[in-house]
């Protein structure tokens, strides 16, 4: 009971702090120089529609970088912390057979969950969206799978080989940057074409793409690793 | 409008606090703090919006890029910790967290 007043006193702390920077809060007259500066630049020197994705791969490209490290990192840690000890698959326990309609709309549903995924990387420059986006509606695709089959296995060769093939192809990209355009992981190593067109933003498509495998990937990783501890 | 997005938050991130500090099983902590990282993305996308957002019609999209970040990595400590949850229910096949007390001193 103590406890939970304690925690309560705290949250009123906490809130007082908020409300203060509630009320104290005034939005930007108008956008600081950082902003503007993508908002402006972003179409002449990218030729990217959507600005947030023309931040995230060419601009703050290496920080990209360092993130799908982070969520590899993250996959691989899964991974390990699941598989130290694991024992044997025990005997497949008898499990009442998933329904009907489960079963049937999943087999419609996941691949058609998965080319809405392919759809919303490739179009990560026109449209709101983009590799990571992409590749966690891919990752929903596979949990729907899951669901349906918790026992189902997926073949892990063919994930890790996706995922260290566009993580590979993702940094030699960014090397011919180096050599060909501007700096390391530049787009313009491809024309950049008409602004909002399938085929424009130089390389940002290609990355992106890569970018929505990886994420893909790893995040199936980490569904399949979690639901093979269901035997618990 | 931004005001609203932001005042709902940091109600969120208080909920999520709430439920952190009040439960006592790793699961549904593992939600609140999910819960609460949804109220910081929340704050900081709101943060985003000029005053004048009808004339320039354009929105900072720094933290737009900052929050896509902050959402996958936090996916990425949220399968962490159900690991870790996975482990420590293997070891003592309890959830509740103050049964843990090893490092109790």
Do not use: C
């Not at chain 1, 093939?165 to 390391?184: E, H, R, W």
């Not at chain 2, 985003?48 to 990425?76: F, K, M, N, S």
């Amino acid at each position: 009971m103590i406890k939970r007043f304690f925690a309560l006193l705290l949250l009123v702390g906490i809130g007082a702090i908020f409300a203060g920077l509630l009320v104290g809060y005034e939005p930007d007259p108008e956008l600081n120089t950082t902003a503007r500066y993508y908002a402006d630049r972003t179409a002449a020197d990218i030729g990217s529609a959507n600005i947030v994705t023309a931040i995230v791969v060419t601009y703050r490209g290496l920080d990209t970088l360092g993130e799908v490290t982070v969520l590899f990192l993250a996959a691989a840690i899964v991974g390990l912390v699941l598989s130290r000890g694991r024992k044997e698959h025990a005997a497949k326990r008898d499990r009442t057979p998933v329904g009907e309609l489960l079963r049937t709309g999943s087999r419609f549903l996941a691949p058609l969950i998965m080319l809405l995924g392919v759809y919303v990387f490739v179009n990560g420059h026109l449209t709101p969206g983009g590799g990571f986006q992409g590749g966690a509606v891919i990752a929903s695709g596979m949990l729907l799978l899951l669901l349906t089959d918790p026992l189902k296995h997926f073949s892990h060769t063919l994930i890790a080989a996706v995922e260290s093939l566009s993580g590979i192809l993702y940094v030699a990209i960014g090397l011919l940057g180096i050599f060909l355009a501007g700096g390391f992981l530049d787009n313009r190593i491809l024309p950049i074409g008409t602004l909002g067109a399938l085929f424009s933003a130089g390389a940002i498509p290609i990355i992106y793409s890569l970018i929505g495998l990886k994420v893909g990937a790893e995040f199936s990783t980490i569904l399949a690793d979690l639901s093979d501890t269901e035997e618990l | 409008m931004a005001i609203l997005a932001m005042a709902t938050g940091f109600i969120l991130i208080l909920i999520g606090f709430y439920g952190a500090l009040t439960n006592r099983n790793i699961l549904r902590m593992i939600v609140a703090f999910t819960v609460a990282d949804t109220g910081v993305n929340l704050v900081i996308v709101a943060n985003a919006v000029p005053a004048a957002e009808a004339a320039a019609r354009i929105i900072d999209p720094v933290p737009q890029a900052l929050v896509l970040t902050a959402i996958v990595i936090g996916v990425g400590v949220t399968a962490l910790m159900l690991a870790y949850t996975y482990k420590l229910y293997e070891k003592k096949r309890t959830l509740d967290i103050t049964k843990f007390t090893d490092l109790k001193w």
